[in-house]
């Protein structure tokens, strides 16, 4: 059995050299608590953690699957856009550069961070984005499915990490009030 090759944009002709992952997940927060939840995640610097922790346990995954070489490679910088907001979404648009084996900026993952309202008391949030595996020896001898799972892992930790923080703010994990006096 042969591993696919990368099949040819039908509009562009272009071979597509990334992964494209969707995650979707129910939070039980309604929407408005959510989206302002997110404004103060974003503005506080939480995105961009939580990528740099995704990224870190996607690169110990491809260690395991392409060898030492993946862990030369490291995030180098997050950006995110501004929050847009609606009525019924709200959406940032965030980008991961990192450095590769060789010390050259490529892009990791263009992606959407998106909510939407589910009922009164649920939110949707989403990632939609691609991947790319990191260049040169460091995603050497990856297959397509290795590059999925490895994307998968990655862009699932950060969005499962978003919506922790959606559904439990800081302060408000769960932990009981200190006893009083």
Not at 100 to 112: E, N, P, Q, R
Not at 117 to 129: E, K, N, R
Request: hydrophobic share 45%.
């Amino acid at each position: 059995m042969t591993a696919a090759n990368p099949v040819p944009d039908r509009w562009t002709g272009a071979v597509t050299n990334h992964t494209v992952v969707g995650i979707r997940i129910a939070l039980n927060v309604g929407f408005h608590a959510a989206r302002t939840r997110l404004r103060i995640l974003a503005k506080g610097g939480m995105l961009a953690r939580a990528s740099e922790a995704a990224y870190g346990e996607g690169i110990t995954g491809l260690v395991k699957l392409a060898g030492p070489a993946a862990g030369l490679t490291r995030l180098a910088d997050v950006c995110l856009e501004d929050l847009t907001e609606t009525h019924d979404r709200a959406h940032i648009a965030l980008e991961w550069e990192a450095i590769a084996a060789d010390g050259k900026l490529f892009t990791a993952v263009l992606a959407d961070l998106m909510l939407i309202p589910a009922g009164d008391q649920i939110t949707t949030v989403s990632l939609m984005g691609s991947y790319w595996p990191p260049p040169g020896p460091a995603g050497a001898g990856l297959d397509q499915a290795m590059v999925r799972c490895c994307a998968t892992a990655v862009m699932g930790s950060f969005v499962d990490s978003v919506a922790c923080q959606l559904v439990h703010p800081a302060g408000t994990t769960g932990r009981a009030s200190p006893p009083r006096p």
